[in-house]
T-cell receptor, first 110, second 114 residues
Framework: TQLLEQSPQFLSIQEGENLTVYCNSS?????LQWYRQEPGEGPVLLVT?????EVKKLKRLTFQFGDARKDSSLHITAAQPGDTGLYLCAGRSTLGRLYFGRGTQLTVWP | ETGVTQTPRHLVMGMTNKKSLKCEQH?????MYWYKQSAKKPLELMFVYNFKEQTENNSVPSRFSPECPNSSHLFLHLHTLQPEDSALYLC?????????????FGPGTRLTVL
């Protein structure tokens, strides 16, 4: 089992604040994906990172893949209520299997 | 709208009932998946189908029986379930290849077993 630990489990902040959530593992992944899931919906892919040390930006969201391809972080600048949701990381093993973390539940208050 | 639909969206069933969940994808994908999402647990992969053939069964109890009649449709047949089977059941589809393979999820079926 390739365990992915996400932290924090819950995060409640005010609009305009910055935040970082983390996804850590002792296993190496060939790629890592971040998804956002809103209530009553399935997860939706935000980004895929493939190269160790890679940084990708999606508007106010910045994703980083660790140099050793074992961990990742998601930083949100000036959070907005529309960012509220469950953020899931998923690592793809070298055998092609996708493993999900438990997620970080983010709530952004107006 | 992700191109993956699931019905029903909500289902309440007794332990002796038999019901089926349906998933349909309109994306031309070759792989389809069933996941279970419970509170306080990671998404659990249940079954994988590639080109209509089951390629993965992650030790799922036999009271869950998948069926993939064609590459666009996937069913999960349920019988004699237990209360601990109550969860959100998600279907997903993908091209099924490569490190950047993207899974597209349906909205899920919220199942409650009484």
């Amino acid at each position: 089992t390739q365990l992915l630990e996400q932290s924090p489990q819950f995060l409640s902040i005010q609009e305009g604040e910055n935040l970082t959530v983390y996804c850590n593992s002792s296993s190496v992944f060939s790629s890592l994906q971040w998804y956002r899931q809103e209530p009553g919906e399935g997860p939706v892919l935000l980004v895929t990172v493939v190269t160790g040390g890679e940084v990708k930006k999606l508007k106010r969201l910045t994703f980083q893949f660790g140099d050793a391809r074992k961990d990742s972080s998601l930083h949100i600048t000036a959070a907005q209520p529309g960012d509220t949701g469950l953020y899931l990381c998923a690592g793809r093993s070298t055998l092609g299997r996708l493993y999900f973390g438990r997620g970080t539940q983010l709530t952004v208050w107006p | 709208e992700t191109g993956v639909t699931q019905t029903p969206r909500h289902l309440v069933m007794g332990m002796t009932n038999k019901k089926s969940l349906k998933c349909e994808q309109h994306l031309g994908h070759n792989a389809m998946y069933w996941y279970k999402q419970s509170a306080k647990k990671p998404l659990e992969l249940m079954f994988v189908y590639n080109f209509k053939e089951q390629t993965e069964n992650n030790s799922v109890p036999s009271r869950f029986s998948p069926e993939c009649p064609n590459s666009s449709h996937l069913f999960l047949h349920l019988h004699t379930l237990q209360p601990e089977d109550s969860a959100l059941y998600l279907c997903a589809s993908s091209q099924g290849r490569g490190d950047t393979d993207t899974q597209y999820f349906g909205p899920g079926t919220r199942l409650t077993v009484l």
